[in-house]
């Protein structure tokens, strides 16, 4: 948005018909940053807390640390669960922003008209700023939703929520599970056979979909690794 002349009725004409708009930009903006962040806090009010004294008794705990259960998983689980929320959060912030760079656009015009000394850049500046900001706000936001399930995801996290609520698991599955780690001393040859091995013990299961699994069947994670230690 620019003046099209420096005559000053043909400035003060162009305001007047914008003048409306920046106003209703101007309350939007308000009510959108505000209302947006009222929500957020709503949303956050029953997030857990991973705390620096819950985190350093990890230390303290039997075994290494390296194998305790991630304090942050519950809550990334928590922003997975309210993925949908905290996007449409995102989007009123981001709006908000957009129709605020609307606005700083037009107070930036009209104050150049009154001060032509004023360095036009200045303008674009505030409306960059202001459309990056919304921009990153968005970016943001669905990083954390792609992240987070990937964490979750990943083989430690689900063996570390398995773990943390094994006590209300069926007893079946409690014992059907097995988080087991061996080192081995093999050959080339051997850690191919092995391979081979279990690759073949996977293969029935591996035609399994979600629309032809048995009842009693549930999705179940089976990591498969055979990797030599360096320098042995």
């Known amino acids: ?4 002349s420096t005559d000053v009725e043909q400035q003060l004409a162009w305001e007047a018909r914008h003048r409306p708009r920046a106003g209703g930009a101007a309350i939007a903006a308000a009510i959108l940053s505000v209302g947006s962040l009222i929500w957020m806090q709503e949303a956050l009010k ?9 985190s350093l008794a990890q230390a303290f705990k039997p075994g290494p640390v390296g194998e305790q259960p991630s304090l942050l998983a519950p809550v990334f689980q928590y922003y997975v669960d309210h993925g949908a929320t905290f996007i ?10 957009l129709l605020m760079a609307w606005l700083l656009t037009f107070l930036g015009a009209a104050a150049r ?5 004023m360095p036009k850049l200045g303008i674009y500046v505030a409306l960059v700023g202001a459309v990056l900001l919304a921009a990153s706000v968005i970016l943001g ?15 430690r996290s689900l063996a570390q929520q398995f773990l943390a609520g094994a006590d209300e698991e069926p007893t079946q599955w409690q014992e059907a599970a097995s988080l087991t780690n061996t080192d081995l001393w093999l ?16 293969e029935p299961y591996r035609g399994r979909t979600l629309g032809d699994r048995h009842d009693d069947t549930r999705r179940v994670r089976v990591t498969n690794m055979i990797v030599p230690h360096r320098g042995h």
């Open 1 to 4: 948005m620019t003046a099209v």
């Open 46 to 54: 029953d997030l857990p807390r991973a705390g620096f004294l819950s």
């Open 88 to 97: 449409a959060i995102s989007v009123l912030q981001a709006i908000g922003y």
């Open 113 to 117: 008209a009154r001060r032509p000394e």
């Open 141 to 155: 936001e669905i990083g954390r939703s792609t992240a987070f399930p990937a964490f979750l995801d990943s083989s």
């Open 187 to 202: 050959s080339v040859e051997e850690a191919r056979e092995l391979a081979v091995a279990l690759a073949a013990a996977l």
